[in-house]
């Protein structure tokens, strides 16, 4: 099975590919419940600070989770966490915006079943003679607007602070979208290495949870300036597996970076 990963920094996206996996962020388990829709396009997604029970919470929250992917125990959790970083972190913003409010940088969370791409909410269907890793990169870009555009959506920070991770069980797509200032301390790279280093809880068989605060607890690490990037496993590569588009490829133990278009890089992980 194959795991997708995406990072978006504002306009730019890495992702992973583990025999396997993609990098940035977007994934999918889910347990739905009350709710009958598991097919959600990103423009279905309501905001967890106002419409709290669409997200499938009972309070104002930092996570839509429309089909209780999560325990509410664990969602609870996780906005314990995400407050606590935000109260703990310094504010990143110019002098103006830390006085308004010294909080520091901004963490919202959004889990689906499955994504709804363009097309299909136009009544169109998805290729069906379409290559397996063309339909992978069609995934991307369409997590990569998911989750942009719940970003721009939701703007839980006040100076592009922000970081939205985004979770597909079904698409297998984990993604992480960055505002600008957080950016300049959650780096794409760094991202991606997150990402890769807790890849063993985003599965059908995983526990998103803990791969979830596994995550997000490095991301305080990385904004409190404490982050060391685990020593991975030397493993060597076939050269024939290790390829990107354009003829662009880097070895990293087996991780290849890829360009697609000016704007989309893809990290795949064999």
Known sequence: MVLLVGVLSEFIAFSMLNSAV??????????????VQEVWHRSEISNPQ???????RYQKSMICDPNNILEQ???????????????????????????????GYRIAIALVPHMRWDMEAEGK???????????????????????????????????NEDVIIFYSLYDNVLYTTT??????????????????????????????????????ADYKLVFDGK???RQMSAVTPDPAAVM????????????????VAALLSLLMLY
């Open 179 to 216: 505002g600008s200032q957080a950016k300049k301390a959650l780096t794409d790279t760094l991202v991606a290495d997150i990402a890769v280093d807790h890849r063993e809880y985003f599965s059908p068989s995983g526990n998103i949870f803990e791969g979830l605060r596994n995550l997000i």
């Open 73 to 103: 125990e664990h969602a609870n959790q996780l906005d314990d966490l995400i407050e606590m970083i935000a109260n703990s972190t310094e504010c990143p913003c110019s002098g103006f915006y830390c006085e308004q409010n010294p909080q």
């Open 244 to 259: 990107g588009s354009g003829g662009h490829s880097v070895s990293l133990t087996s991780v290849c970076v890829m360009c």
């Open 227 to 229: 982050y060391k990037a």
């Open 50 to 56: 106002v419409d709290v029970e669409k997200c499938g």
């Open 22 to 35: 993609v990098v940035s962020v977007v994934l999918c388990v889910c347990t739905a419940q009350t709710q």
């Open 125 to 159: 269907k998805r290729p069906e003679d379409a290559k397996e890793e063309d339909l992978l990169d069609m995934n991307l870009q369409e997590a990569q607007k998911f989750s942009y555009t719940l970003l721009t959506k939701w703007s839980p920070g006040q100076c």
